[in-house]
């Protein structure tokens, strides 16, 4: 008995040194990471099916522009009434950081291009058209239908708009987990990836599978990032690496765990949750338009980036068709644009990038909603009747 009093002290004071050590150096990297950071990356909050999502009523800045959210955490937006007023047509914008508009002021992004040229010259009819910008940095396609079906439906969309870059939006997919009820085919929440939020409130880039308390630590997310840097120093050979995996993003650390399985896996999420979309918004009678942008590489000089890109641009094309969304290729209209010279990165515009695709979205809402603009016989032509969609 004494013994076991003994092993048991023993026990108790490596348990508790050991806390003790973590704690501090938990507490040390901690402060190291936030005294060395630009930004305070603490605009993100956890929910029950999304493992980020916009924190709502915030104010900050992100890539030296500032921002707010309203209650929904909506980027620069009113407080929307939970029901649209009569005269209004809402129109619900999701994406992800390109969607947000990530180092774009919130007038230059595409959704305010789109509306004003919805609003500007919309003749006879009354409406107010209102594209309502609900984007957010570290979300996919996966996290919208989630979103759409536990919050977004609520606010009485007569159509949305999904923005999808395939260069971020597989590799993003590719690391997620979905939680399907039983008896169901699509997702009620969308588990772990490649963001979390750390256990003091702030953004983490790493590898997580979600429901464990220490993948929302620094040191976790420390000792992961070096492990998995030196796996890749003894990474497979080029030819064993999925196709395209030039252009796949990554946080860096985690290129290796995009292998072939878990792309083809992105790949299917994607082009899953997008049609579970089209579904959900149909039995809703909800319009839906699948904006498919391009990345910078297809517009760079020719080699391995540029062809790899092409086809990844290309099936995913064909995958849409092949499933009737309702898509607009954007990337003949950045080519005549400017093609790379609207590009920040490999995915994210500048502010002309976002006039384009703005310009370019608006004349498609147009299409799909039927309106005609109002021309005068100053204009050399005789005013034209508005259709309704």
């Known amino acids: 008995m004494k013994k076991l009093k003994i092993y048991s002290l023993v026990a108790l004071l490596f348990a508790v040194v050991s806390g003790l050590i973590l704690t501090v150096s938990e507490l040390s990297l901690r402060w190291y990471t936030l005294w060395g950071a630009q930004e305070k990356s603490d605009h993100i909050i956890e929910t029950d099916f999304l493992p980020v999502c916009s924190k709502p009523n915030y104010a900050g800045r992100f890539w030296e522009i500032d921002f707010k959210t309203n209650r929904f955490g909506f980027r620069d937006e009113p407080n929307l009434s939970d029901v649209p007023d009569a005269d209004e047509f809402r129109i619900l914008s999701l994406g992800d950081s390109i969607g947000f508009g990530l180092g774009i002021p919130a007038p230059d992004h595409y959704t305010k291009v789109a509306e004003r040229l919805l609003n500007d ?99 976790y997310t420390d000792f992961l990032r070096r492990i998995l840097n030196l796996r890749a120093r003894f990474a497979s050979p080029e030819a064993e690496r999925p196709v395209g995996w030039q252009v796949f993003y990554s946080l860096g650390f985690d290129q290796t765990l995009l292998t072939r399985e878990r792309v083809e896996t992105g790949w299917h999420h994607l082009f899953t949750s997008l049609e579970a979309t089209a579904q959900l918004l149909e039995e809703n009678e909800i319009q839906f338009v699948l904006m498919i942008l391009p990345s910078r590489y297809l517009y760079q000089k020719a080699g391995q980036r540029t062809q790899a890109a092409t086809a990844i641009f290309d099936r995913a094309i064909e995958m849409a068709k092949e499933r009737n969304l309702p898509y607009l290729d954007m990337s003949e209209a950045v080519r005549a644009g400017g093609g790379s010279e609207l590009f920040f990165d490999f995915a994210h515009m500048t502010v002309d990038g976002n006039h384009v695709l703005g310009e370019a979205l608006g004349e498609e809402l147009r299409r799909v909603l039927h309106l005609k603009t109002e021309l005068t016989e100053a204009d050399g032509m005789m005013p034209t009747e508005e259709g309704t969609p």
Request: aromatic residues 14%.
């Open 121 to 219: 010259g919309k003749g006879l009819d009354q409406r107010e058209f209102r594209i309502v910008n609900a984007g957010g940095m570290g979300y996919s396609p996966s996290s919208y239908y989630v979103w759409l079906k536990h919050v977004g439906l609520k606010l009485k969309p007569r159509l949305v708009i999904v923005e999808a870059e395939l260069c971020n939006d597989i590799s993003d997919e590719a690391l997620l987990h979905w939680s399907i009820p039983a008896g169901q085919k699509f997702p009620d929440a969308v588990v772990g990836g490649r963001y979390v939020v750390s256990w003091d409130g702030r953004l983490l880039g790493t590898q997580s599978a979600g429901g464990f308390f220490f993948e929302k630590t620094y040191l």
